[in-house]
């Protein structure tokens, strides 16, 4: 019977550490196993999944034009309503010398708890470059939040 108790201890014991280690880990280093959600303060959260790619048409497409494509989704799972809500996507091209703006999104409204999202996409075309060089892309999202104008920068790499 002890002997029973003695590997039960163990047993609990083995657990609470490897479980110790997780926490410990998504903590210090922010990656782990395991997805804890974190505290949020009250408010607009805005969550998004935007990804961006950069192609050159092939010979099925005659006007050889490169083609610089975001796509995305935005959603609001605080718990207050993001209000006015603009996205807008930048690219900046710099072997090209140009940076256009892309309004895709103006004047929504995000109802809180994540109830609805918004999906957008956008596309940036010009001639190739020798060497191929890629163009930056940032993605804008402002709303309006308690009366104030809220903005996150969305930057990926291609």
């Known amino acids: 019977m002890e002997h029973k108790i003695k ?6 014991m083995t657990a609470a550490i490897i479980f110790g280690v997780i926490i410990a ?5 922010g990656h782990s196993l395991y997805y804890l959600a974190e505290q949020k303060e009250s408010g607009v959260n805005i969550d998004y999944d935007v990804v961006s790619s950069q192609a050159q048409w092939g010979t099925e497409n005659l006007s050889g034009m490169e083609t610089v494509k975001v796509n995305g989704t935005v959603c609001n799972a605080g718990d207050k309503e993001a209000k006015n809500v603009m996205i807008t996507i930048i690219f900046t091209d710099t072997a090209h010398d ?7 999104v103006e004047g929504a409204d995000l109802l ?14 010009r001639e190739p470059t020798t060497p191929k060089t890629l163009v930056d892309t940032i993605t804008l999202i402002e709303w309006k939040e308690d009366g104030q104008l809220k903005t996150l920068r969305v930057r990926l790499p291609i």
């Open 25 to 29: 880990g998504n903590f210090f280093v």
């Open 112 to 125: 809180p708890a994540g109830m609805q999202y918004i999906e957008f996409g956008s596309e940036y075309s």
């Open 98 to 104: 140009r940076i256009v703006r892309k309004a895709v």
């Open 7 to 12: 590997i039960l201890v163990i047993c609990v």
